[in-house]
């Protein structure tokens, strides 16, 4: 009988033994970009490998295209699961710039993504995973990608021998999202943090823990004490990562950055100060919307503010400006018209300006977008936007918007 363990070891090499297959390796170069379910019919019974394997690696080899390219490109392995909880390689390869040093331990590696571009920042990374088939897929693919300084150890925490200090150590526990609960319940989290992080500062000056993008910032600060740094990264204007950097040092006022990449640039605010750059083109009206990375970091109404930007409602998350700016973290829409937003007014407009459909986003406002949607019997769609929102005195507002 193989116990799980054997299985795991089955599995895995299962999948790196068909990757080393030279008839194999021909198939996937020549039919990479091919549909996987049409290559398992047209090929049955007409190739010397497991196809239905080799088809599932091709799926996911496509998946994976944009989130790990270099993984891809050098036909690594891993499985659905494992691919599934690893990082993406541009907020992995952003996460090593913001720390460096001569050694790195990462309590959860799991793939090894964070730990592949730590590896460029720190003289020497140890990756410890539990799971031994996410383990065997992170040491073959180590040599795949041609990085030589991680050590990949299969162990628990409970087994780990430590060494005397690491200039860092980082980790990413697992969250178990279907329980809703987790979000602001750090003790559920595996490992448990609020038990653990005591003991691993006593290895470390820099604990560096990646958290759920919807974790609550205030119930995270009063939960833990000493924290250096917030990060909150987002990947095109979505959260998708928050990091917190504790220490052992006393820590007066922590220190918040949002980060936002997107694809033709990386904005990263922490408070300073900024200077505007204005836009030749001007509007009569522009509305702007700050990214989610600085609206969860809570860095929005002070990055507007030295923006000169002044906004809809106190605190809140539209602002108004006479022209575009050009160095702008957020989404820019030029102002068409503006109504009062009752769902008569607002059919009127839409039936006078002949739109059939509409993309749809609300601040500060009543009813959720769905709820808009479904009151309006209008599709989603086109160039334009309907924002709802409220002005400082309570008002009801509607901004029919063009993307700027």
Known sequence: MINDSQNDIVQSNEIIELLETPEAQLFLNKHINE???????TYSGKVNF????????????????????????????????SYAQSSHWELANFKSSLFGGKNLLDLTSGLGVDATYFAKSFEQVIALEHDLETHQFATYNQQKLQVDNIRFVHTDLESFKYEESYDMIYLDPDRRPEDTRILGDFESYSPNIVEGHSKWLKHTN???????????????QRTFQNIHSIYVIGYRN???????HLTNDVVETTEHVSIHITK?????????????QMAT???ESILLEPSKPLIKSGLSHSYCKEMGLSPIKPLGFYYINSQQIENFDGRQFKIIEQIDASIKDVKKLLKKRGIKAIDIAQRHYFDDVRTIRNKLKIKEGGNLFLHFTTDDKGKSLCLLTERI
């Open 50 to 81: 497991d196809l239905p394997k080799l088809t599932q690696i091709l799926h996911l080899y496509q998946k994976a295209q944009h989130k790990l390219p270099d993984w891809v490109i050098n036909r690594c392995a891993f499985n659905s699961k």
């Open 264 to 276: 033709s640039q990386v904005w990263r605010y922490n408070g300073e100060s900024i200077t505007p």
């Open 35 to 41: 549909r996987p379910e049409n290559l398992a019919l």
């Open 281 to 283: 083109s001007k509007h």
């Open 206 to 220: 820099c604990l560096v823990i990646k958290l759920s993008p919807m974790v609550d910032l205030t119930v995270l």
């Open 238 to 244: 979505e959260v998708k990562e928050v990091l917190i």
